[in-house]
């Protein structure tokens, strides 16, 4: 729709971003509730980055998506951050205020465990154990979703040790650190299996990873959405295991930055996965 001067404006900071499909997904948005407003790729080189966020309010700007390699910087720049943010370590929303401050916060958790509940019918954390494949910032959102929620025991395995024991140090609670070859070993009476290293992504190395200890019971979800159907996915798939993709978590954590800005929830539907899957 045509634009006018009380258009409200969002957008998402990154470098780069041309890959980004933020505005494609706002824009869905913004046109099937016939909102006066627009979504616009903001590529930031890191350097620039304080000086990009504090414009905002000056350019009109109703707030942004952060994405990387911005998200640590943006809760160090944040006026105010929500606690989970905090823990989380990172920010991926800002809504500018009335009084031009930039509130961050954090809606990885948010669409993750929504969008296994959208996809994985009668998931709940508290169903069993759960095999977290990875530390960087992903499994960490990935980890305190799981603990919010409920769940009583985390494995934790990265090809670091190191780093997944400090991240289990950082967010504490019933955290377990697995050798990264002993993953397979690690997946016996789990009920979720989450993969949230860049293995197996379209030009990045497989993830190579034995299922035979996997319950058959057990969700299987990969938070990589390129392809959307990993290799992972789709060997659990074949065994019988019920499988996520990961486009789910980008269309479900963008739901609350939109609400901020454009005052309207909007739902995933299979046609905003459609439209989404063709930009």
Same mark, same amino acid.
């Given at each position: 729709?045509?634009?006018?001067?009380?258009?409200?404006?969002?957008?998402?900071?990154?470098?780069?971003?041309?890959?980004? =499909?933020?505005?494609? #997904?706002?824009?869905? *948005?913004?046109?099937?509730?016939?909102? @006066?407003?627009?979504?616009?790729?903001?590529?930031?080189?890191?350097?620039?980055?304080?000086?990009?966020? =504090?414009?905002?309010?000056?350019?009109?700007?109703?707030?942004?998506?952060?994405?990387?390699?911005?998200?640590?910087?943006?809760? =160090?720049?944040? !006026?105010? %951050?929500?606690?989970?943010?905090?823990?989380?370590?990172?920010?991926?929303?800002?809504?500018?205020?009335? !009084?031009?401050?930039?509130?961050?916060?954090?809606? !990885?958790?948010?669409?993750?465990?929504?969008?296994?509940?959208?996809?994985?019918?009668?998931?709940?954390?508290?169903?069993?154990?759960?095999?977290?494949?990875?530390?960087?910032?992903?499994? =960490?959102?990935?980890?305190?979703? #799981?603990? +919010?929620?409920?769940?009583? $025991?985390?494995?934790?395995?990265?090809?670091?040790?190191?780093?997944?024991?400090?991240?289990?140090?950082?967010?504490?609670?019933?955290?377990?650190?697995?050798?990264?070859?002993?993953?397979?070993?690690?997946?016996?009476?789990?009920?979720?299996?989450?993969?949230?290293?860049?293995?197996?992504?379209?030009?990045?190395?497989?993830? $190579?990873?034995?299922? +035979?200890?996997?319950?058959?019971?057990?969700?299987?979800? +990969?938070? %990589?959405?390129?392809?959307?159907?990993? @290799?992972? #996915?789709?060997?659990?798939?074949?065994?019988?295991?019920?499988?996520?993709?990961?486009?789910?978590?980008?269309?479900?954590?963008?739901?609350?930055?939109?609400?901020? *800005?454009?005052?309207?929830?909007? $739902? %995933?539907?299979?046609?905003?996965?459609?439209?989404?899957?063709?930009?």
């Amino acid at each position: 729709m045509t634009l006018s001067g009380k258009s409200r404006i969002s957008g998402v900071l990154g470098w780069p971003v041309a890959h980004s =499909r933020s505005p494609a #997904l706002h824009g869905y *948005w913004l046109a099937k509730h016939g909102i @006066d407003g627009a979504y616009i790729p903001l590529p930031v080189a890191p350097e620039h980055f304080e000086q990009a966020a =504090r414009a905002l309010p000056l350019l009109g700007f109703a707030g942004a998506n952060v994405t990387l390699p911005h998200k640590e910087a943006a809760l =160090r720049l944040a !006026d105010t %951050v929500e606690p989970l943010a905090k823990r989380i370590g990172a920010v991926n929303t800002l809504v500018v205020g009335a !009084d031009g401050s930039l509130a961050g916060s954090n809606t !990885d958790a948010f669409g993750f465990i929504e969008n296994l509940r959208q996809g994985a019918a009668g998931f709940t954390a508290s169903r069993g154990p759960a095999a977290i494949l990875g530390a960087g910032g992903s499994a =960490r959102a990935v980890a305190v979703a #799981l603990l +919010d929620a409920g769940a009583t $025991e985390l494995r934790l395995v990265n090809r670091t040790k190191e780093r997944a024991q400090e991240l289990a140090a950082a967010i504490g609670g019933p955290i377990t650190v697995v050798d990264w070859a002993e993953r397979a070993e690690a997946l016996a009476g789990v009920a979720l299996l989450v993969n949230t290293t860049t293995l197996g992504m379209t030009g990045q190395k497989p993830l $190579e990873i034995a299922l +035979d200890a996997l319950p058959k019971t057990a969700i299987v979800t +990969d938070i %990589v959405y390129a392809p959307i159907k990993t @290799d992972l #996915l789709q060997r659990a798939a074949r065994r019988g295991n019920s499988v996520v993709d990961g486009l789910g978590m980008l269309l479900h954590q963008a739901r609350p930055g939109f609400a901020a *800005w454009f005052g309207v929830m909007p $739902e %995933v539907t299979a046609e905003l996965r459609a439209f989404v899957e063709a930009a």
